[in-house]
């Protein structure tokens, strides 16, 4: 049964009738442009075919309550006194509402179901999926206007400031306003997107290490904190304002990790313009150069990769039909992504899957992505669940 026909059914039995308003936002897997956002970089992501759904309907009044299909547990809350009341997924729900009035919004409320088929803690922003399907259910009952760029910064600020994330803009924007069969390239410091066709006869395979990260409590607000402190030495607001003719220059004076983790940023930002050059013209051997490249940068000189993700990388980047391979997302575990000729995707499936299993005695779980659109609204038609 498809996510839709999950939420709906679920809607009817739990409230009766059909829901008038439907949601959906995709989760991303990210191309190229890692630990970049944070320092008003480059990024080059696409929103995938693995998403968050609602089946909603307003209530007159300023109660929230939802059932996730996939907890098996419902959050409801008062708009007028919103509070934390743990760690779970109600707090992206109420985040989002704290974060609607936070910027002079009144949102009202609504009875829903979700499910998501998103793989949680994973790099494919599962968070920022709930986060934007959950706006977009905010905004269609409170005739909010939508506005992708506006709608990802509210995102961020949940993440920011509700669950203490202090990550960049990457996730939310590319979940908003992610464009079917297209990688965004993303100017984090401008928000100025420029879609980037995926290049014909050619995959994107995610490779799910199955070991899995704690991104509040892992080194990624460290790694924020030196990146800082190298824009501090150079005198610039931002690693981005720092390329790598002015890098070699200078470098020598900072501390060798802070130059470590300065170098990848660098170097990843020059990666991540040229990959969408790349990708433009065609040329899928350079992009697939530039991602194996960047792997290698964010494992020695960045240290966010761990034994599963260079073990995962390695045996993908050994097989015929790869054209590269690198982790995504924050690291530490989770997801690599991969380029692939498309006629080879089965074998490389098959063969990353019992490469990686001998490596490491871990079972992997792989899967060819298809680029898909941003959040959106799908009210549903009676007719189109009659055969469910
Ligand atoms: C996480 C964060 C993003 C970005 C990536 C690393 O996904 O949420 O903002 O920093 O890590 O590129």
């Not at 013209?281 to 490249?293: F, I, K």
């Amino acid at each position: 049964m498809s996510l839709r026909d999950r939420v709906e059914s679920a809607f009817r039995e739990r409230f009766g009738g059909d829901a008038p308003w439907l949601v959906r936002a995709p989760g991303r897997v990210n191309l190229i442009g890692e630990h970049t956002d944070y320092n008003g970089g480059f990024v080059l992501p696409i929103a995938i075919d693995r998403e968050v759904w609602i089946a909603l309907a307003p209530q007159g009044d300023g109660h929230v309550e939802v059932h996730s299909l996939d907890y098996g547990d419902a959050a409801a809350f008062e708009l007028s006194g919103l509070s934390h009341t743990g760690d779970g997924w109600p707090e992206y729900v109420k985040g989002v509402a704290w974060a609607l009035q936070q910027a002079g919004h009144v949102p009202l409320g609504w009875q829903g179901v979700m499910c998501g088929n998103v793989p949680r803690g994973a790099g494919l922003s599962s968070s920022a999926a709930v986060e934007l399907a959950v706006l977009r259910a905010f905004a269609a009952v409170s005739a909010l206007p939508w506005d992708a760029k506006a709608m990802a910064l509210l995102g961020q600020r949940v993440e920011n400031g509700w669950i203490g994330v202090n990550s960049g803009i990457m996730d939310q924007l590319v979940v908003a306003a992610g464009i079917r069969d297209h990688a965004l390239l993303i100017d984090c410091r401008s928000l100025e997107i420029e879609p980037a066709p995926l290049p014909p006869g050619t995959a994107v395979v995610v490779l799910d290490t199955s070991t899995r990260r704690g991104l509040v409590d892992s080194a990624y607000n460290e790694r924020r904190g030196q990146c800082e402190e190298a824009a501090r030495y150079f005198g610039v607001p931002a690693l981005r304002d720092v390329d790598s003719a002015a890098f070699a220059g200078m470098a020598t004076g900072l501390d060798p990790v802070v130059r470590r983790r300065a170098r990848h940023v660098v170097s990843e930002n020059e990666r991540t313009l040229e990959a969408s050059h790349a990708m433009r013209a065609g040329d899928v051997g350079r992009l697939g150069e530039l991602m194996n490249a960047s792997h290698e940068s964010l494992r020695v000189d960045f240290e966010v990769t761990n034994a599963a993700l260079d073990a995962i990388v390695d045996v993908a980047q050994a097989q015929p039909m790869c054209l590269g391979a690198r982790m995504t997302g924050a690291g530490f575990g989770g997801c690599a992504v991969a380029l692939v000729a498309a006629e080879g995707v089965d074998t490389f499936i098959e063969d990353v899957t019992v490469g990686y299993r001998a490596a490491t005695g871990l079972v992997p779980r792989a899967y060819a992505c298809r680029a898909a659109d941003g959040a959106s609204v799908e009210r549903a038609a009676s007719t189109e669940h009659a055969a469910d």
